[in-house]
């Protein structure tokens, strides 16, 4: 749309309606009796101690604040705003369950108690003052030309009241997120927009008291204490002797100062990051549909499905912002640049070129600077490098912190599809996927080793499920514990528990292959289809109903993604397992562990499933600590996101940074859950020079 008719459309919705608006208020304010019926209640006044005419004149200084405020906001939601009001209208009830969850009560920032206070008190500040002002808007500009009144009574004493505290509470928290600011708190960046609105909010409360106590000066209400800021001011006003006259030309030039500086910072909303004030409010509610964890994008397409014959190729990946779909734009706009993600992201700390918070920013920023042209190619262009979206170990964890519930995630997913597509890949990854292609697993290992390792499971006590058909369980031995002489101690030792427990279970032995998910993760979807469709069929065709896991990456697969494609299944991982089984007392941990142990969670198990207290009730008894970054807030190993299959540079591995928060809480034993973790950690540890101090287990391994 030409700019000539977005303003023509800025005018005729605001300009001309406001103008007429203001002639019509003009002639009824001639006729007006208000006050003459109000002495003795209490009321608001309104444009008191200003000169007649002066709520004219400011509408009229207005009208170019207010236009640069539609325009901006009309041009932003040109791209969104319809698809997001239409489906906010048809689901209402969805959406406001999840914007008070995240918008009005906080849910994520109010996990850390500093934030906590300074958000909520700042957001709750404005909020209120915001519909403060609406109301004295309403009384004074449409009840009081037809001699009606809002602000009175009872009601305008306990309005007085709120409107005192929470503007006191809006210094407060300004006054808490200046400090921080100025005290250089890393994730907080020093950008001016922010300093400028930071000043310019604290400049709008300190003087809105400051009016205020002028006013009860001058004109001294008998309800003045309900205003208890104002007239505690006041009493020094008084005091101080200054003349009325001071006081009322002293007014009038803060009272235009102050509304100049609100409506500026107002108009400049749309314009600057602030937007997320608005947008992020519409925005958090209408994420209920988007893939969340434990999904970490949408599925492309369905390979079962795809027509081979059509000629038109269906979009997969994201390699200019024209790709992505309208929630996802609004997400770029929604980010706060909290730098929460950034805080807790593995592959920023090791210092990889990733950062969610910056990538989100920078899309916003292209998003914008192209306007409505999105044709720039940004892996063309290398606005999206290979090393920055190939870091991210799909960990999660900024899909976890994200306050306004934006997924970087997802963004990565899409971009690394692209990547895929044009084969931008670097040797190692290139391989790997080779291999799973070529030879079902990730190592490109012949089939003879699968038949190695069923031999010495079935020298163990396992049976095949030709051997025994129709289980309860289907144990999945998975590639690592396959092909890594270290792991296979895990299958080992879980073939040795499910034994004597007597628990009915087969494995699939030479029937099994690669889940797929390093291929989904470093975005080959076709890949990852085409094995997943094979496992599928294989483990309909022997009526599959339960199956085992250790690994928590074919958990999240089995669980979360192959439902999809078409498996329902129920997924165990060993953690439940063998707590189930303990607490029936049909095993018992067999290694009494001395020294000091620590638990690692998997992010896919923890954070992705939550599964958090049951491998923890397995190590009841130990001498335990727990380290700092738990749970849900878990640190990744570094080898998820098909970072253990593929090489981007890191200045120190996270798995060096997971070893030395275990190192300062004196740990002695790290239990994990998960194979990848276990081969990292070791790795670490022999890196490190850290063998005879810190053993790395398996959950498994202490039965
Ligand atoms: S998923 Fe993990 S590694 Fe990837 S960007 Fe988010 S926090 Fe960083
Ligand atoms: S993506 Fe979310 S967590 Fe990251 S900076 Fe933006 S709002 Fe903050």
Redesign the pocket.
Request: charged letters at 20%; aromatic letters at 0%; one cysteine or more.
């Given at each position: 749309m030409p700019r000539q008719r977005s303003y023509f459309v800025v005018m005729s919705f605001y300009v001309i309606p406001m103008l007429v608006y203001c002639l019509i208020k003009r002639f009824l304010s001639k006729t007006s009796t208000i006050g003459m019926t109000l002495d003795l209640t209490p009321y608001r006044e309104n444009y008191t101690l200003l000169p007649p005419g002066t709520s004219t004149v400011m509408y009229i200084v207005l009208i170019p604040f207010v236009m640069i405020f539609l325009y901006g906001l009309y041009f932003r939601l040109r791209i969104y705003g319809l698809d997001a009001l239409l489906t906010l209208s048809k689901n209402f009830r969805s959406w406001f369950k999840q914007s008070f969850r995240y918008s009005i009560l906080q849910k994520r920032i109010f996990k850390e108690v500093s934030p906590r206070i300074m958000h909520s008190t700042t957001s709750y500040g404005i909020l209120i003052l915001f519909i403060g002002t609406l109301l004295v808007f309403i009384d004074s500009d449409f009840l009081e030309p037809f001699n009606q009144k809002l602000l009175q009574g009872a009601f305008y004493l306990i309005f007085e009241f709120i409107l005192d505290l929470f503007g006191l509470l809006l210094i407060f928290g300004i006054t808490l997120q200046l400090i921080r600011r100025y005290s250089g708190v890393k994730r907080l960046k020093p950008k001016l927009e922010y300093y400028v609105y930071l000043w310019g909010l604290l400049f709008i409360g300190v003087s809105g008291f400051i009016l205020e106590s002028i006013r009860i000066s001058v004109n001294q209400p008998p309800w003045s204490s309900y205003s208890f800021i104002g007239s505690m001011i006041s009493v020094t006003i008084i005091n101080s002797g200054i003349p009325v006259y001071i006081l009322k030309n002293l007014y009038l030039i803060l009272w235009w100062t102050h509304a100049i500086i609100a409506f500026g910072l107002v108009a400049a909303l749309p314009y600057t990051n602030l937007r997320h004030v608005i947008v992020s409010f519409i925005y958090t509610g209408l994420t209920y549909s988007a893939p969340r964890l434990p999904q970490l994008a949408k599925t492309p397409f369905k390979l079962s499905e795809v027509d081979l014959s059509a000629t038109e190729e269906s979009k997969v990946g994201f390699r200019s912002i024209g790709d992505l779909d309208w929630l996802q734009k609004m997400g770029l706009d929604a980010?706060?640049?909290?730098?929460?993600?950034?805080v807790v992201c593995p592959a920023y700390s090791s210092g990889t070129p990733l950062s969610?918070?910056n990538l989100?920013q920078k899309l916003m920023k292209i998003m914008w600077r192209q306007r409505l042209s999105w044709k720039r190619d940004l892996i063309e262009s290398k606005d999206l490098g290979y090393d920055e979206i190939y870091a991210c170990t799909t960990c999660g964890g900024?899909v976890e912190?994200?306050?306004?519930v934006?997924s970087?995630l997802e963004y990565i997913i899409e971009a690394r599809r692209a990547f895929i597509i044009d084969g931008r890949m670097e040797k190692k990854a290139i391989e790997t996927l080779n291999n799973l292609s070529r030879g079902e697993n990730p190592y490109g290992l012949p089939r003879i080793e699968r038949e190695r390792l069923v031999k010495e499971l079935r020298e163990l006590g396992a049976k095949t499920i030709d051997e025994h058909p129709n289980p309860e369980y289907i144990y999945w031995v998975g590639c690592l514990a396959t092909y890594d002489p270290r792991i296979r101690n895990i299958a080992r030792k879980m073939i040795e528990i499910l034994s004597k427990a007597g628990v009915d279970f087969a494995i699939l032995g030479t029937l099994e292959r690669c889940t797929g998910e390093p291929a989904r993760r470093m975005g080959e979807e076709g890949l990852f289809q085409e094995l997943a469709l094979k496992n599928i069929e294989t483990l309909k065709s022997i009526n599959a109903r339960k199956m085992i896991v250790h690994c928590p990456h074919c958990y999240q697969v089995f669980k979360n993604e192959y439902k999809e494609l078409g498996l329902e299944i129920e997924v165990i991982h060993h953690s439940i397992l063998l707590r189930d089984l303990m607490s029936k007392g049909r095993i018992k941990p067999k290694i009494n562990i001395e020294n000091l142990v620590t638990f690692h969670d998997s992010c896919y198990i923890a954070r992705f499933n939550n599964v958090i207290d049951e491998p923890r009730e397995l190590l009841a008894g130990l001498r335990f600590k727990e380290m700092e970054k738990r749970g849900k807030d878990t640190f990744c190993c570094g080898a998820g996101g098909g970072n253990y299959w593929s090489e981007v540079k890191r200045a120190k591995r996270e798995s060096l940074q997971r070893i030395e928060e275990a190192m300062k809480i004196n740990a002695e034993v790290i239990i994990v859950e998960c194979p990848y973790c276990l081969a990292m950690f070791e790795d670490a540890v022999r890196v490190m020079g850290l063998e005879e101090k810190i053993k790395i287990l398996d959950i498994s391994e202490i039965f």
């Open positions: 980010c706060t640049d909290c730098g929460r993600c950034e969610p918070r989100v900024c912190q994200c306050p306004v934006i970087p």
